[in-house]
């Protein structure tokens, strides 16, 4: 098992360009979930998805999409970068609440908009 | 909304000095979760409690969930280097889908 993988691991932007931030599992978790971590902030929860085709906002939504075609994929979309956006950006997934809770993170993206 | 703050947000210790983080939430909490972040690292799960005053040991670390569950503690005995990094908490309110982690607090040992 790979676990949860993300990619790219580090990204520098513009302001204004837009991107997408990957995030796979191989051990199919019905959640998968994106936060992001800034330094005194702890984790935010930016979306989250509870299966396939069902996705709801977090905490911090604003400027971000996501979608889940599929139980293993997870992608979250810059749509216009701003610096505010400049983070670390980490997803998780795990079986959900029946299944234990655990959430098992992916080794993050770091992201710098300039 | 539901917050979950940790004190202190860092703490630095001697090797060998206890070390404790305390986690509350502004709401009763169904179960509480607590994970470590190494340095440069992604968070990895320690441990789950889920009932009321529940108490948990992992050889130097015991987790305690509170009675009335808004809140909970991480306890660490005679700290090594390898304790180095963020130590975080994280709630579920019922059954709500999403979970709030706390704050963090960054733990520094020394020799």
């Known amino acids: 098992n790979a676990g949860v993988t993300q990619t790219p691991k580090f990204q520098v932007l513009k302001t204004g360009q837009s991107m997408t931030l990957q995030c796979a599992q191989d051990m199919n978790h019905e959640y998968m979930s994106w936060y992001r971590q800034d330094p005194g902030m702890g984790l935010r929860l930016i979306h989250y998805?509870?299966?396939?085709?069902?996705?709801d906002q977090g905490e911090v939504p604003n400027g971000y999409n996501v979608s889940r075609s599929t139980t293993e994929d997870f992608p979250l979309r810059l749509l216009s970068a701003a610096p505010s956006q400049t983070s670390v950006y980490f997803c998780a997934s795990s079986y959900g609440l029946a299944g234990g809770d655990t959430q098992y993170f992916g080794p993050g993206t770091r992201l710098t908009v300039l | 909304g539901q917050q979950v703050m940790q004190i202190p947000q860092y703490q630095h210790v001697q090797e060998g000095e206890d070390f404790t983080t305390y986690c509350n939430s502004s709401t009763t909490l169904s179960n509480i979760q607590w994970y470590k972040q190494r340095p440069g690292g992604h968070p990895v799960f320690l441990i789950q409690l889920v009932k009321s005053g529940e108490v948990k040991k992992q050889k130097r670390l015991t987790f305690q969930f509170g009675e009335a569950k808004k809140n909970s503690s991480l306890h660490i005995t005679a700290t090594q280097t390898t304790d180095v990094g963020t130590y975080f908490c994280?709630?579920?309110?019922?059954?709500?889908?999403?979970?709030?982690f706390g704050t963090g607090t960054r733990l520094q040992v020394t020799l």
């Open positions: 994280a709630g579920r309110t019922g059954t709500a889908s999403k979970l709030t």
């Open positions: 998805s509870v299966g396939a085709g069902i996705t």
